[in-house]
């Protein structure tokens, strides 16, 4: 089943949502249009096609080379060619300078399209931001250009075997060489696209921990390793193997092996133990992006499951044969589908909006971006994983069947609530940093923003539950913040949803397909949200009660 | 990660919730404990060790014949000659004659061992029901001894590629040959077990409709198929091909085709026209068997996350290293997980126990166990895909690792909504049937049989709320009816769910760990279903707003 970039929604959700029009130095309808029609003809004609292959045929390791499958270098020589890699990047560094959320409406597509081919260009993103906002100008003067315009990939080097959610533990060594060059030593696993064959050139961002550094986060600090050196001598980096994994199959997930011999050359980005500060730059951006990735694998799995539903006939309705799509139950898995989506395009379109206004120098705007990123980041994913399921459930038997292609969308969505910050490490930072900040009026001004603005009754209520249990949240200990913060996540995050699709609703604009979709949101899923309110207050005690060992 | 069976939960269960010491002619304690031991050992002996050939090497098919990975003909043997077939057949057939909740327990851990495995004795299980209830005393005579002992493995051919949910379209045929025999021929899809290796002859229970039939469901009788003729000849059936499917892949589901010569011989189970009450006999038992699988999975899933989040230590609490099922939020998954497998094994058993009293005239159990069927069915299906979720999620980034063993529960997992009627056909059975049995007295029974016993405001409020949810489903049209089914059926489930815990929790040898799953699952799960009443109650024009069409 060929995909349908969702344009008209990207529009609405940039017009009304974002206020794409009232951003400062931001495009205006015309170029709006013509990004939007390009990304849907990117994903639609080169991402989408290979979608299939990707999955079945996968990436391949042999001795240290991973070989991507047929077509794939093809696809990615248009990419670069049609300048997508430099959407949002600067212009100082050969980039178009963008709106982050102009950016977001072609990484939904690429997503949808093919997440494992996607996860390419969306790595080098973060690597763009980090390298622009630390780097020395030697390395925004050797580097950037090219992993701007696409032609050198770059990946993120952070988790190692013992040092996963807790990245301070890694114990990846830099020293340093004299020169203004360090040799790094370490291995580093679960790298997206730490090898590949669509460029000859990648460039590693590493962490990695100086000579007498302190432990912990605070000794950390970030390196620039190419993989060929400017010479176009080989760095010492050696991709060990690939993982077999559940989904993404495009994407090679790699150890790596920094080292092996006399240490691979690399340069500071950022001062020496800044690495955390240069580390959250890459993971603001990268935990939107995922995020993304939930709403691109939900808007896919809705386009099969209708298209699925309209084609397949079984039962009677008024005593004739009709589309499955038809029958109620049917009906309200499509609408739930749809509707989640929508809610989780709103949510993401909204972070990135903010985001973009944070560049432009808006406090206000900064401090809601970063309320939102764990909103975004978990809730964008479970929703992903939550419409790949229901796809399946639509397609009933057909579903189960690998061929019909419904499947794969969870299985490729299953990674998003893992990577970037595990969905409950979002929640942790929810309920442990973005409740607190400034005063905690960044959180409040939140939700006074959806009641001043809703006019239903259903999302008051929802805003209302969500301000009692942030009440008790901040009044409570810290294991008790922590044992509520999934179910308060969930719900804050359908509040902003429902929120944002509403205003989306009353907007000019808007189509009937929209309407229905809210209409459908506010209704069920809204309320639904309501009952998450006793788990997040219900403190830590109760999971206490016995041993984890118990539990067995 | 080794299988251990949960035989003390098995044990609290079958004695808090069946009252399986109260059943008329019932297994006496030290029975009860022998079968229980004597399944655990054979699961984690037998099924277990295979569960990982299942899914990589899986069922092959080659020319018609399909071969099943190594090691499971024999692990087929020691099943038989352990006698755990004919455990709740009757002793005029060869059976044990012990309770259908006995043969639950058996289920419950063959299914959390290898699911894929497992579906072969579950298949026959259903037909030797049809059989023993309908076929004649010659199939009696002549069939049920070997299905019974596990020598001739059954399977049910209901499903063709018109004919899913709306298994009334089917089109394969049944000629009368005039000696009592009859040609079948057509082709059946999804048929589990169709094909295997496992023993010489197969047992086919066929759907088919015979000439002159009425169309629908009224035109159809069953039919028993053999692989092999009475005299070791080949009967006209043929395995053309196995699905590639998401998971289950050691148990292979064939494309069966009957009749490509002269057409298959097949004699009458029951009487002509009369193939309807005979698939509910096999539907119903396997109906509750699918629920199983839903328990077993959950339990398996459970076992295997705690058991990583004890030995994986990532961050600190009190400033030292810990694993990480000391961190809350990990905590809370586990308990989910733990809380939500108890529910649903209560939630079935105590649904087998009801059919095992049905079996012993009681009548009121047997509308009971009508009520209880659907929510057993899909409730405990969800509740197996929502924990193997879960237990990926605890493993961080090696649940994506095939290797790791989590990512396969949620692949097996995920057949479980969609088969033996899908989840949606569920929740339209209970508002469309079971809602209206006995005048509404017997859906309204369970509802105060909660109240009565109960002694906890939240599980008294999901009780109101299921109330006033079925008062207004019933006052609504058909339509509205069905487009608030599922969500009714999940709230109704989680309230029965509660109340057997609860019970559970509160007899004598319920230990901490029962303790504390319940008190998670009153706090935080019963509270959330409260929010699902707004959907059940919403009504079906929010659904046909826009035609299905604009969804997509």
Request: charged share 20%; with cysteine; aromatic share 6%.
């Amino acid at each position: 089943m060929s995909f349908i970039a969702p344009v008209s929604d990207q529009r609405l959700t940039l017009n009304a949502v974002v206020g794409i029009g009232e951003l400062e130095g931001g495009p205006d309808a015309e170029m709006v249009d013509a990004v939007l029609e390009g990304a849907a003809a990117l994903a639609e004609g080169e991402f989408a096609p290979l979608a299939s292959i990707g999955d079945t045929v996968g990436a391949r390791w042999d001795n240290g080379r991973v070989t991507m499958p047929a077509g794939f270098k093809a696809a990615w020589q248009s990419f670069v060619e049609g300048g997508w890699m430099t959407l949002a990047a600067h212009e100082e560094h050969g980039g178009q300078g963008l709106p982050h959320s102009m950016s977001a409406a072609l990484m939904d597509n690429l997503n949808a399209a093919n997440l494992g081919f996607a996860l390419c260009p969306m790595l080098s993103m973060g690597a763009i931001e980090a390298i622009a906002q630390h780097g020395s100008d030697e390395l925004k003067r050797d580097y950037l250009p090219k992993i701007v315009s696409g032609e050198w990939p770059a990946t993120m080097n952070l988790t190692e075997p013992a040092a996963g959610s807790d990245v301070g533990a890694l114990k990846t060594k830099a020293e340093a060489v004299g020169d203004g060059s360090w040799r790094i030593k370490g291995t580093k696993i679960f790298i997206t696209y730490g090898e590949h064959d669509l460029s000859d050139q990648i460039i590693h961002l590493v962490l990695a921990r100086t000579a007498g550094a302190p432990e912990g986060t605070r000794g950390i600090s970030l390196f620039l390793v190419p993989k060929l050196m400017p010479d176009g001598s080989a760095n010492d980096v050696r991709c060990v193997s690939i993982e077999h994994k559940l989904g993404i199959h495009a994407s090679p997930t790699c150890v790596m092996s920094y080292g092996d011999h006399e240490g691979a050359i690399g340069w500071l980005v950022g001062p020496e133990l800044g690495g955390m500060a240069a580390m959250f730059t890459m993971m603001n951006n990268a935990r939107l992006n995922v995020g993304l990735q939930g709403v691109g694998i939900a808007e896919r799995a809705t386009q099969r499951a209708v298209a699925y539903a309209l084609e397949r006939k079984q039962g009677l309705r008024n005593r004739l044969p009709v589309p499955i799509a038809e029958h109620p139950d049917v009906r309200r898995m499509l609408l739930r589908m749809r509707a989640l989506t929508m809610g989780a395009r709103a949510l993401l379109y909204y972070a990135f909006g903010q985001v973009d206004r944070a560049a432009r120098g808006d406090g206000a705007a900064a401090l809601r971006a970063e309320v939102l990123t764990p909103l975004a980041k978990a809730w964008g994913t479970d929703v992903g994983c939550e419409v790949a399921s229901l796809g399946i459930q639509v397609h009933g038997g057909m579903g189960y069947i690998e061929e019909t292609g419904a499947a794969q969308h969870l299985r490729d969505a299953r990674i998003a609530p893992i990577y970037e910050g595990t969905n409950g490490i979002q929640a942790a930072d929810l309920v442990g940093r973005k409740l607190g900040l400034d005063g905690g009026l960044a959180f409040d001004g939140l939700i006074a923003d959806v009641r001043d603005e809703t006019r239903d009754a259903r999302l008051v209520a929802l805003a209302d539950a969500v301000e009692v249990a942030a009440t008790t949240l901040r009044e409570s200990a810290p294991d008790d913040r922590l044992a509520g913060s999934y179910p308060f996540l969930t719900m804050t995050s359908v509040m902003v949803a429902g929120w944002l699709v509403e205003r989306m609703a009353r907007s000019e604009g808007a189509d009937a397909r929209t309407k229905a979709a809210t209409d459908f949101f506010v209704a069920t899923i809204v309320p639904e949200a309501l009952g998450l309110g006793a788990a997040a207050e219900a403190g830590a005690a109760l999971l206490y009660e016995v041993p984890a060992e118990a539990l067995a």
